[in-house]
């Protein structure tokens, strides 16, 4: 018997799994829909093809998958959920949002996404919006694709690309108030790049930012090129806009090494600075497997992302959330001063597995924690320290807490001020203190006994 694919249209505003929203039956997955009224998707659904209405909405608040060629004239907000097309081509000719972390997935290559409309990208310090096509996009009229981009501040910094292509650095700077500058004559601004050679090392560390006389002339955010950026606020970030166009196919960069055997192995010339072009997570594993037999340095054959304080490690062994869209991240280049590798994105690299991006000092959190475990005898004791908004360095009370005295309690922490001699097992201290802080540590280990 032949499947018969059916028709049907929205009667009202309501949720897609409720019959009174379509006049009496929720559609089956193999329907062709047509949305002319605000619907909420709010438990998982299917369809075989969707047509927004002008003037109708569609929230995504759960997982929704569509089949084949469909259109939007309306208003597609991905609020809380994932949309997949799975095959045919969609057609955007109003506004769909992504918001932060939620995917639109367009999983066949031969898909033609067309776009006259608006398409926004969102994200947070936290978690990123995603859209990933390795087909074709198409833009014409007033067609405009913007990816608001969570950056910290200038306590913190953060290393970044540009998610989409075609935007120039000039108008990057212009319409994003929230770059941070500093004096005038010129204007500096918190937008800069990496030099690997040994003398721009020793001036500055290798970073050049733009300032007013030079951001005219520096052209377009370089694909795949990672730039430092940073916002106004110090401790706080803020979402910027970049502009452009989506990427849809790989994306070289002939990267240099200019570290010759003689000079420090800390001066940085072995180093270039990337970053993921894709308006999607790309995968730690693929890009270093991709590179490390060849282009990556034999000794550092990993992604090295700049957490607000420090380069973490991440490789084969710890992929870490792997590769946000936009992130930046620095690689060592093998060979010998002079020689040049090439490192490649491939749209097979994008993902949707990824969760937040390398940098861990984000104001949403304002938190950090370090443990620290005794293990003697098969048994494992820690002391938890904390470091929050709402921390001191005496008591606070509902954040710190003494070891239970009937325990065994091997190891522990001891308040910096006002200390009474209680053994602590969790002590807060203020987060804006994490880089300099000395916590007195106890420890009662056994006589003659290995720790």
């Given amino acids: ?247 849809t196919g790989d994306v070289a960069r002939t990267l240099t090494t200019n570290e010759g055997g003689t000079t420090s192995i800390n001066d940085g010339t072995k180093w270039e600075l990337v970053a993921n072009p894709y308006a999607s997570y790309v995968s730690v594993a693929s890009y270093v497997n991709a590179h490390k037999n060849s282009q990556m340095h034999a000794s550092h054959a990993a992604v090295y992302g700049w957490d607000g304080v420090q380069y973490d490690t991440y490789n084969l062994a710890d992929v870490g959330g792997n590769i946000a869209p936009g992130q930046g991240f620095m690689v060592g280049v093998r060979g010998s001063s002079g020689d040049t590798q090439t490192f490649t994105f491939t749209t097979a690299m994008q993902t949707t597995t990824g969760s937040g991006d390398f940098s861990e000092y984000n104001p949403v959190n304002d938190r950090a924690e370090l443990f620290i475990a005794l293990d003697q005898n098969n048994t494992n004791r820690q002391t938890k320290l904390f470091f929050l908004s709402e921390g001191s360095d005496g008591l606070d009370i509902g954040y710190d807490a003494g070891v239970l005295g009937i325990a065994n309690n091997t190891i522990y922490s001891r308040l910096i001020q006002s200390d009474e001699g209680i053994d602590m097992s969790i002590q807060t201290l203020n987060f804006d203190e994490v880089n300099d802080k000395v916590i007195p540590l106890g420890i009662n280990a056994e006589a003659g006994e290995e720790a």
């Fill in 1 to 247: 018997m032949t499947n018969l694919v059916v028709a049907q249209t929205t009667q009202q505003n309501g949720d897609w799994d409720d019959p009174d929203t379509w006049g009496g039956a929720v559609p089956a997955t193999n329907a062709n829909i047509v949305i002319a009224h605000n619907v909420d998707v709010d438990a998982t659904a299917s369809c075989n093809s969707i047509t927004i209405n002008a003037g109708a909405r569609l929230d995504v608040e759960a997982s929704f998958t569509v089949a084949t060629t469909s259109t939007n004239n309306g208003d597609l907000y991905l609020l809380t959920g994932d949309m997949v097309l799975t095959a045919g081509d969609f057609t955007n000719n109003d506004d769909i949002i992504i918001s932060s972390g939620t995917d639109f997935v367009f999983s066949d290559a031969g898909t033609t996404l067309t776009n006259t409309g608006t398409i926004s990208i969102n994200s947070s310090a936290s978690s990123f919006g995603s859209l990933l096509l390795s087909g074709t996009y198409s833009e014409s009229g007033s067609g405009k694709v913007e990816y608001s981009r969570y950056i910290a501040g200038t306590d913190y910094w953060d290393l970044i690309g540009s998610p989409l292509s075609g935007y120039s650095i000039e108008d990057f700077i212009f319409f994003n108030n929230d770059i941070a500058s500093n004096g005038s004559s010129p204007t500096t601004y918190a937008v800069g790049y990496y030099t690997n050679t040994s003398g721009a090392s020793s001036s500055n560390g290798g970073w050049t930012n733009y300032n007013s006389t030079t951001d005219g002339d520096a052209g377009n955010l370089i694909s795949g090129k990672g730039y430092q950026m940073a916002t106004s606020g110090t401790s706080g970030g803020a979402e910027v806009d970049f502009v452009g166009t989506i990427l």
